[in-house]
């Protein structure tokens, strides 16, 4: 079974720090992502990376960045925390199907709260 | 055009009877059309999915309606149970891109 863990799943933090979230998928998968999921709006894609070392911004990318120095590995990183982004963070993991779509396999996600 | 518009964003549906969720997209480019089911506590997993050239795919009791020509497609649960209570994403997306458009969700509970 695919496994994609998260490294807390619950996390308080102050506004103005610097919040690291973790996500570590087992697959050997080659994309990763980052969401937010909030109520009635679904799940916003911040970042993703189809490579190590590689990312792309997706539809709310602004406060975040991304570090994806091994595979396996991919953190969202805020730089200074503010009280709108807390959230509901969630990791992704997928491998590219030949000739299909590829199927996004997720962690159980992190509630980060800002205060 | 890039968007997927989902509802209702919330439903209660009797235990035994059917839940009907509906997605509408404008992008007649999508060509995957997946279904994701988030219990609480856990992130959103794979429920079924399927591509604009069928127009329905059956797995147990979930079955998928697509309709092309109204840019539609919905989700059926058939003798809905209080273990299907759960949250529902519906999803697009584009050929090989394997990023994709997400609707906003709908909670669904089960009434025993």
């Known amino acids: 079974d695919v496994k994609v863990t998260q490294s807390s799943r619950y996390l308080v933090k102050r506004t103005g720090e610097k919040v690291f979230l973790e996500c570590v998928q087992d697959m050997d998968h080659e994309n990763m992502f980052w969401y937010r999921q909030d109520p009635g709006l679904g799940l916003r894609l911040i970042y993703f990376?189809?490579?190590?070392?590689?990312?792309e911004k997706g539809d709310i990318p602004e406060g975040y960045s991304v570090s994806r120095e091994k595979k396996e590995r991919f953190s969202l990183i805020l730089e200074s925390a503010s009280t709108n982004q807390t959230s509901m963070y969630l990791c992704?993991?997928?491998?590219?199907?030949?000739?299909?779509?590829?199927?996004?396999?997720f962690g159980p996600g992190t509630r980060l709260t800002v205060l | 055009q890039q968007q997927v518009k989902q509802s209702p964003q919330s439903l209660i549906v009797q235990k035994g009877g059917i839940s009907i969720i509906n997605c509408a997209y404008e992008n007649t480019a999508f060509d995957y059309f997946p279904w994701y089911q988030q219990f609480p506590g856990k992130g959103p997993a794979l429920l079924i999915a399927i591509r604009p050239d069928v127009s329905e795919k059956k797995e147990g009791r979930f079955t998928i309606s697509f309709n092309k020509s109204a840019k539609q497609f919905s989700l059926h649960i058939m003798d809905s149970q209080p273990g299907d209570s759960a949250t529902y994403f519906c999803?697009?997306?584009?050929?090989?891109?394997?990023?994709?458009?997400w609707g906003a969700g709908t909670k669904l509970i089960i009434k025993p």
């Open positions: 990376s189809y490579d190590v070392k590689m990312k």
């Open positions: 999803a697009a997306s584009l050929g090989s891109n394997y990023q994709l458009i």
């Open positions: 992704a993991s997928s491998f590219p199907q030949a000739g299909g779509p590829d199927t996004q396999y």
